[in-house]
């Protein structure tokens, strides 16, 4: 018996519009008064995060990849960055004029494009342009151009004050091996090929939600998970019921229990009713 769902959200609980389909308002509603937890399990911290789940009414929150994990009110499960690896990625930030932000619990700095990118409406304008549009294929762009070169421009924040749970780094999948030689400590979770989020080393969105199921005293049999990418690939073969979207990479369509439709195509709706969780 499935007694809660997490859903990933872009590629998987909202369009390409940043928006949830009726038939998965419908089915999270349906789903929650058969009195099934319903929440969210994201690379995104929980800045915007309403906005960016289209203002869904949810029960929980695995954010940052699996970094910070939040019910209601009540904070389950916090892990920040060390302090020195923390500096390591700064000093690694800086030296190569990276555009990076970095996720504390309530705000976001860093980066002016990487802020800019992380809002809604960007993500709604960047869904329109063609393909072909150079922001999608000039990867020595994305990896090393900055408009900021000044020293130290990223070690004087004040949001380094606080507890960093992730941060987000312009970066080609090309360039992978790059960083898993300069950022040995850090753990390197993928959701798009133009950036790269970095969490504490052994973060993932699975691991938080253990720390939720923990907590709520749920078997991990009793779950279900929705995703489309490569930082889902963990949860959805760690859970009960792992969904790979219609719309997924490949690898993670043949690691799911299950591939449904697309998110543009009442996916969600089809697997739970595929299930008889409604």
Known sequence: MIKAIFFDIDGTLV???SEA?????????EAQARGILCG??????PVHLDERIDF??????????????YQGDQDI????????????????ADAEHRQVVFGARRRIDGSFVMRLSQLAWVKW???????????????GLLQSFSPNRS??????LSILNEPIYQCVMFSAESETEKLLHRLPNVTFQRSNPYSVDIVPKGGSKFLGIQKFLEANQIDVSEVMAFGDHLNDLEMLEGVGIGVAMGNAEQETKDRADYV????????IYKALKHFDII
């Not at 389909?21 to 509603?29: E, P």
């Not at 304008?125 to 990867?139: D, E, N």
């Not at 449904?260 to 996916?267: P, R």
């Open 151 to 156: 020293k130290g421009r990223y070690s004087r």
């Open 40 to 45: 969210i399990a994201t690379g995104r911290g």
């Open 125 to 139: 304008v960047a869904a329109l342009m063609p393909k072909w549009f150079p922001v999608r294929t000039t990867k």
């Open 21 to 29: 389909l009726k038939s998965t308002k419908r089915a999270i509603k």
């Open 15 to 17: 369009t390409r519009q």
């Open 260 to 267: 449904t439709d697309t998110n543009e195509n009442d996916g």
């Open 77 to 92: 499960y916090q892990r920040p960055f060390e302090q020195d690896v923390l500096r390591e990625i700064v000093t690694f």
């Open 56 to 69: 869904l009414d949810m029960d929980m929150f695995v954010t940052y990849n699996g970094q910070l994990v």
